[in-house]
């Protein structure tokens, strides 16, 4: 997980809300809550860098966190959420 | 964060609600007996084209993602289509509950063109007989042909929705193979006492013993089959069922009337739980952000009478709209408290609110009771 480029889905945006976020997908209509603004963070990074390790560094997420949050990028994953880029360099 | 956190988080409110439900029209075709909204005669005070496009424009910069159309009957609407394409073009989703009279084959078709559409038919009885009994004579006809014409079209997997009654819980297996037979999805939802349901509820509203079968029924499917998370209240009798089991009422879910009016939700038309209206200065998101009504649905709820009641965790007290059309307390139990405290309840109330915005159709014997001549005059001015 920590080395793969992820990106958020074309057709998914994120609300921004008290708690998070909401994160919708336009083509299978699913809703998923994201449930810490440091996740939401995250997510709108991976675009930016080549790795999801990077995109937790550059957020300055400490790395005992780390498992969690590739628990919540797989889940995302799963949800088509988020895809693996190509557009990699 | 835990899942009860993440509740406790939604029951302060959201900055733009998830689930909007939008009656285009009060006009119908049928007249149901147990219709939300006591539909029937258009009102003339219904938002014009370019209202309601200005309201899908406001909910899109709020990322309102998908709305639910319903009415009356919206395909009514002359503005139907073109209300339809400008909110999906706009990435708002929409879905939308018809009873089907005006899908023919050529609409079929213009339907299943539309990308990011849902289509809910809705139909109480898998027979003629018992469907027609409460919404109408020819209505179950009309339905089946729609999801016909929504098949021959290719439209896909649309929606086949149920008001759960004492008179066709026996059909739930039989809801069920009918959608399958169609690829569609089965949704069934809770009966409530609202609009001219506030009369037929009496009759029509499940069983205790009914009650069961339907919990035990829905736990069997799990999510393959949808409620709106409207059962939440059976919940006490164990397992928890799919859904956020809190009532949404104006903290993520709400009701924009024809007229414009918003209220906490679909079942509450009523003075009482009006927030305010599109057409104010600020329109709807000051009403969803700032209105007096919506503030108050969000601040932490009392347990009341339920306080002592070791199922309160599970049922949330139940449903606001049935306590409030049964003329029972909001702090206290549901009339269909599964533990049959509303059952008691019930027997102390003298007299329940009457619903408002009463739009049936004139002749009807529900236009006969005290104090529904003032209400037409009012809908009237």
Redesign the interface.
């Known amino acids: 997980m920590l080395d793969r480029p992820l990106g958020l889905h074309e057709r998914v945006?994120l609300?921004?809300?008290?708690?998070?976020a909401?994160a919708?997908h336009?083509g299978t209509?699913r809703?998923v809550?994201l449930?810490?603004p440091d996740v939401v963070r995250v997510v709108g990074s991976l675009d930016q860098h080549p790795t999801v390790r990077a995109a937790l560094e550059s957020c300055g997420i400490a790395e005992d966190r780390w498992p969690a949050f590739c628990g919540a990028l797989t889940s995302l994953c799963e949800s088509e959420m988020l895809h693996e880029r190509v557009d990699t360099c | 964060m835990s899942a009860s956190t993440l509740v406790d988080q939604m029951k302060r409110g959201l900055d733009a609600p998830i689930c909007l439900t939008w009656e285009l029209t009060y006009a119908c075709n049928l007249e149901c007996v147990h219709c939300l909204s006591s539909s029937g005669r258009r009102d003339p005070r219904e938002l014009t084209t370019d209202e309601a496009k200005a309201v899908l424009d406001e909910l899109r910069a709020l990322q309102v993602f998908y709305i639910n159309i319903g009415g009356g009957e919206p395909m009514v609407r002359r503005d139907f289509f073109e209300l339809v394409e400008y909110a999906i073009g706009n990435d708002i989703g929409v879905k939308f509950s018809t009873n089907g009279a005006f899908i023919d084959a050529d609409k079929a078709r213009r339907l299943a063109a539309m990308d990011y559409l849902d289509i809910q038919i809705s139909l109480d009885g898998t027979d003629a007989v018992t469907n027609d009994a409460v919404r109408g004579e020819g209505s179950y006809d009309l339905a089946r042909r729609a999801m016909d014409h929504l098949a021959d079209a290719g439209f896909g997997p649309f929606k086949i929705s149920v008001v759960v009654t004492r008179h066709n819980v026996d059909q739930l297996d039989e809801f069920k193979a009918l959608a399958d037979g169609y690829g569609a999805q089965l949704r069934v939802t809770r009966l409530r006492p609202s609009g001219r349901g506030a009369e037929s509820w009496h009759d029509l509203h499940p069983t205790n013993a009914q009650q069961r079968q339907i919990y035990e029924w829905l736990l069997a499917h799990g999510e393959d089959v949808l409620t709106g998370d409207s059962f939440f209240h059976l919940n006490a009798l164990g397992e928890s069922l799919p859904g956020l089991n809190m009532c949404g009422a104006g903290r993520v879910v709400c009701l924009i009337d024809p007229i414009g009016d918003v209220y906490a939700c679909p079942f509450v038309i009523h003075d009482q739980f009006k927030a305010g209206s599109v057409r104010d200065a600020g329109g709807f998101t000051a009403v969803w952000r700032e209105s007096e009504l919506f503030t108050s649905l969000r601040e932490p709820e009392s347990a009341g009478a339920c306080a002592s009641c070791g199922s309160y965790d599970a049922c949330q007290g139940g449903c606001m709209a049935a306590k409030f059309f049964t003329g029972l307390p909001l702090d206290g139990p549901d009339p269909e408290c599964v533990s049959g405290h509303g059952e008691a309840a019930l027997l102390a109330v003298s007299s329940a609110p009457r619903p408002m915005m009463d739009h049936s159709k004139p002749g009807r014997a529900s236009t006969s009771v005290p104090g529904a001549t003032q209400l037409v005059t009012l809908t009237r001015k």
């Open positions: 945006a609300r921004p809300e008290p708690f998070g909401l919708y336009y209509r809703l809550f449930k810490h």
